[in-house]
């Protein structure tokens, strides 16, 4: 089983950033790919960037709405991910969760998720 902790959601005012943190602990080994996705109120939780668990070079990818703004990366030896969040909009405003996975393209743990909220 593997644990997952989202933490440094917040307000922050369009245009700020954010830095959030996802940290992993249990069976860190049976981690694959980590990623960030997001849920709005009335829409689809969608994924935001993702991350391969490995050594390097690391294979990230990002939805459309990242590119250029977010950055996803890791720190191996503090099972934890990062999600920073730069130029941040008011429809960046979204829970964010934490995922990881066993196989690529599968999700299998999940964080409780933090609050962004970006004001206009």
């Known amino acids: 089983q593997v644990q997952l902790v989202e933490s440094g959601g917040g307000l922050v005012q369009a245009g700020g950033s954010l830095r959030l943190s996802c940290a992993a602990a249990?069976?860190?080994?049976?981690?694959?790919?980590m990623g960030w996705y997001r849920q709005a109120p009335g829409k689809q939780r969608e994924l935001v960037a993702a991350?391969?668990?490995?050594?390097?070079?690391?294979?990230?990818d990002y939805a459309d709405s990242a590119k250029g703004r977010f950055t996803v990366s890791r720190d191996n030896a503090k099972n934890t991910m990062y999600l920073q969040m730069n130029s941040l909009k008011p429809e960046d405003t979204a829970v964010y969760y934490c995922?990881?996975?066993?196989?690529?393209?599968?999700?299998?743990?999940w964080g409780q998720g933090t609050q962004v909220t970006v004001s206009s």
């Open positions: 995922a990881a996975g066993r196989s690529y393209g599968l999700w299998d743990w």
């Open positions: 991350i391969t668990n490995g050594d390097l070079p690391n294979h990230t």
């Open positions: 249990g069976r860190i080994r049976s981690i694959n790919h």
